[in-house]
Structures are given as structure tokens and as C-alpha cells.
């Protein structure tokens, strides 16, 4: 025998299963405590109304004369009148009885059909030990109770019995019916409550048929798509959640595919510079060692090239940097004393922020020395460059201002792009414009962004702005 795995049933279906299975137990539940409390309240009704019988019997025995004033004694006179006064419901029935238990004589208050009430129906009810209890007849079930009479003159047996009876089996109908509605009704909301349950189950699954769908139409060439997001409830989380994870995707195939296109683009001239002077070569050992020399050259620039690569590839990921408290002012004095070994030049320290800042030092470290760097290859021996640092509020900037051709308003907005050297001034011939990159992406990955300003015939400045959280 096979079984239908739970997992492979849809969300929607499970949901409206669920659903409906809780609303019949609780529906079958109100509908049996309704039939409990409808036949217990028919009970009630009937052994008030047999007590009440009985108590009215008693009261009128003890009371009871003859038309001369006279107290009555005599069991036969006392049921007879009691019974002619009395006015009896549809399913209740009156009964006297004189005589003796084996062969009592009958008198009877109530409809035609309870005379299915017999003698040996009557027997059965005054030989038992009980006052009250129930008894089968041809008319339906007959709840009774019974008042005993003994004779007026002598003897200690009864001479007479006082029985009212009620057939419950002609209540239970009505309470039968109403169970019967009851049950209707259920079933209706039922159906009704299934509906409702499928179309909410559709539209609360509808946030994740969107994530579904979205995943189905996304490729490694297309990862645009994205869930619109409404409300505040777990499905607006998840989809806020997805859309998070696309955006890390998408940002992780857009730097694969950076990283792929640069480094084709930029290892493909070396190579064929290395391949070019090696199928070139000669025998003369002093030609071979200069193609050695500049095969070495070339694979230096490529290793470096592969280095600053994976350096950018890298400025996306979260372990990128390792922020701490640093001082402001030791980080500017060691970045003055790793930049003046880099060329000789009129290093100048113009400025010190004072204070705290979160940040990575030895990112903004990597990146001042490379604005340096590049402010060496723009400038001569002798010429003068400034390092500074300030901290103001909870901004904080660095930045190398230095004496050459500047930067042309043209390339102010290209000059940080990758691969990207610019078009005047000096440059570094084994540069593969990545520098200015790298620093922006340092920069970028502080929160904070790159500054050139380069007023015509006055040198240039370059820098970074980084919201540090100053203290």
C-alpha cells in the first residue's frame, strides 16, 4: 500500500485541511454539547413536572372533602375528583389506581392514544420498589412517579396509587430537530469556512508563489527581478529577505564578471608582449637575458595587476574591513612617515585632526599612500606635496594636495573609474590605472566617498571623506 508524502501536498490545500479540521471538531463539539444540553434540559422539564404532580396530589389529598364537608378517606373518590380537575400537557398522562397490585382498577386523565397505558403496564409500576423510573409501552417510552394511598379503615397496603407519567419520546422531536439545524448550519459554515480558508491561504501564499515565480525567471545573465514588499507581517520579512540575498548575488556575479572582463582586457597585452619576445629569441646571450629582463618585467606588472584584481573583487565582501577605534592624530604622523620614502619630494604635514574615528586604519592607510603614490608620479624631485587629516563633527577627511598639471574638469568624474590613467600629466608606465580605484573603493566601503578638487595651474588634491562615528 502506498502513502501520499505530506511535503508533496500543496502549502494551500495543508492550510485549508488544517483550517477545516479544526472548525468540524470545534463545530461537532457545539453541536454535541447543544444535543447534551437539549435532551438534559427535556429531563429537567419532565421530573419537575412528575414532582410538581405528585406535590399537587398530596396537597390535594390531605384536603380533600365531600360535598357535605366531610374529609374523604376513600382512595377511589379522592383520584377520581383530584383527576377531574386536572388539565394535562400533549405527552403527559394522569393515572388512579385502586384496588390491589395484582388487579388494580384504572381511572386515567389524558389524550386517547395514552390509553396505551394498560393494567399490566400499570402492575409493572405499583409492584416496584422505586417511586420513580421508566417503563416501555405501546405508546413510546414513559417516564413515572408514584404516591402510594393506604385504605381509610384498616391495613397497611395501599389502596390506592396516584401515577403521572410523560412520554418523553414525544419531546425529543423538537430537540432532535433542532440538533438537526444545528448540524445544517455547521455544515454550511463549513463549506463556507473552507472557501475562505482557500482564498486566504492563496493570499497569504501569494508573497511566496512572487519568490517563487522571481527565482524561476532569474539566470546568471538577468538577476534584476525583484519582490515588491507590502506590509510589515513574516511574509514582507521573507520577501525583504530575498530581495536582500538577490541584491548579494547580484553584486557578487556583477564583481565575477568585473573581475573576468578587466582581467581579459588588461593581462592580454602583456602576454602578448611575453609571447611576442619568446618566439623572437635568438641565441645571443645578451639578447636572451634582455628578453628575459623584460619577460620578468611584464609578469611583475601582471602579478601586480592580478593583485589590485582581486584587491577590488574583495571591496565587496562583508570581512573587507576590520573597523576599530584609531586615533586620528598617530594615523596622520605614521601615513607622514611611510609617504616621505616613497620619492623625494617637499613633503609637508599641513594639518592634524584631533580626536577618535571608527575605521579600518590600515585600509585608509593603503589608500592615502596610493593618493601619494600618485601624486609622485605627477610631480619632479624637489616639488612639494601636502598630507593632512581632519576631523570635524563626525567627519573624517585625508587628503594629498600636490604641485603638478592638475586634473582637466573633463576627467574629474573618469579619473577614479577602473583602468582609467587620464590623459595628461605624468604617469606610472607599469600603472594599469587601478590606484585611484582601489581608493574609492575604500572609501566606499567606509560609507564614505572620494574628493578632487584641481583649480586650473595649481596642482591637484585629492582625498577621501569617511563618516568615522568621532568621539
Known amino acids: ?267 592580454r597585452t602583456p602576454i602578448t608582449i611575453v609571447r611576442g619576445h619568446l618566439e623572437l629569441l635568438g641565441d645571443d646571450p645578451a639578447e636572451r637575458a634582455e628578453v628575459v629582463r623584460l619577460c620578468t618585467d611584464e609578469l611583475d606588472r601582471m602579478a601586480r595587476i592580478v593583485d589590485d584584481l582581486l584587491l577590488l573583487a574583495k571591496a565587496g565582501q562583508p570581512d573587507f574591513l576590520r573597523p576599530e577605534w584609531t586615533s586620528v592624530p598617530e594615523l596622520t604622523s605614521d601615513l607622514d612617515a611611510k609617504v616621505r620614502a616613497i620619492a623625494p619630494r617637499a613633503w609637508s604635514l599641513e594639518a592634524i585632526g584631533e580626536g577618535e574615528a571608527w575605521l579600518d586604519g590600515q585600509r585608509v592607510t593603503q589608500a592615502v599612500v596610493q593618493l601619494a603614490q600618485n601624486a609622485v608620479q605627477h610631480t619632479s624631485d624637489g616639488d612639494v606635496i601636502r598630507l593632512g587629516s581632519s576631523l570635524i563633527g563626525d567627519t573624517i577627511s585625508f587628503w594629498v594636495t600636490d604641485s603638478g598639471a592638475g586634473v582637466p574638469p573633463e576627467e574629474a568624474s573618469k579619473i577614479f573609474e577602473r583602468f582609467s590613467r587620464g590623459a595628461s600629466g605624468v604617469r606610472d608606465p607599469n600603472g594599469a590605472g587601478l590606484g585611484l580605484a582601489i581608493v574609492k573603493a575604500i572609501a566606499d566601503a567606509h560609507h564614505g566617498r572620494v574628493l578632487v578638487h584641481s583649480p586650473p595651474g595649481e596642482g591637484a588634491t585629492f582625498g577621501i571623506e569617511l563618516p568615522g562615528g568621532a568621539r
Do not use: C
Not at 85 to 111: K, M, N, S
Not at 139 to 167: K, Q
Not at 172 to 197: D, F, K, M, Q, W
Open 1 to 267: 500500500m502506498t502513502t501520499t508524502d505530506p511535503r508533496r501536498i500543496p502549502a494551500r490545500v495543508r492550510i485549508m485541511g488544517w483550517f477545516v479540521l479544526v472548525m468540524a471538531a470545534g463545530l461537532t463539539a457545539v453541536v454535541l454539547l447543544v444535543a447534551e444540553f437539549e435532551y438534559d434540559a427535556i429531563d429537567d422539564r419532565v421530573n419537575r413536572s412528575l414532582d410538581q404532580d405528585a406535590e399537587e396530589f398530596r396537597t390535594f389529598a390531605a384536603s380533600a372533602v365531600s360535598p357535605d364537608g366531610q374529609p374523604l378517606r376513600d382512595p377511589e373518590q379522592i383520584l377520581t375528583l383530584h383527576l377531574r380537575t386536572q388539565y394535562t400537557d400533549p405527552a403527559e398522562v394522569l393515572i388512579g389506581a385502586v384496588g390491589t397490585p395484582e388487579a388494580p382498577r384504572l381511572v386515567f386523565q389524558g389524550r386517547k392514544e395514552h390509553q396505551t397505558v394498560n393494567q399490566d403496564v400499570v402492575r409493572q409500576i405499583i409492584t416496584t420498589d422505586d417511586s420513580t423510573g421508566t417503563v416501555a409501552t405501546a405508546g413510546g417510552t414513559l417516564r413515572w412517579s408514584r404516591v402510594e394511598m393506604l385504605p381509610a379503615n384498616s391495613g397497611d397496603e395501599p389502596a390506592g396509587w396516584f401515577i403521572s407519567g410523560f412520554f418523553t419520546d414525544a419531546e425529543r422531536p423538537e430537540a432532535a430537530s433542532t440538533v438537526r439545524s444545528l448540524i445544517g448550519i455547521s455544515a454550511i459554515a463549513l463549506v463556507l469556512g473552507a472557501g475562505i480558508s482557500w482564498f486566504a491561504a492563496g493570499q497569504i501564499l501569494a508573497p511566496i508563489r512572487t519568490v517563487r515565480l522571481t527565482a524561476a525567471r532569474l539566470t546568471e545573465h538577468d538577476l534584476t527581478h525583484r519582490i515588491p514588499v507590502d506590509g510589515r507581517d513574516d511574509i514582507a520579512a521573507l520577501a525583504e529577505q530575498f530581495n536582500a540575498m538577490l541584491d548579494r548575488l547580484e553584486q557578487a556575479f556583477r564583481t565575477r564578471r568585473e573581475f573576468l572582463d578587466d582581467a581579459g582586457h588588461e593581462l
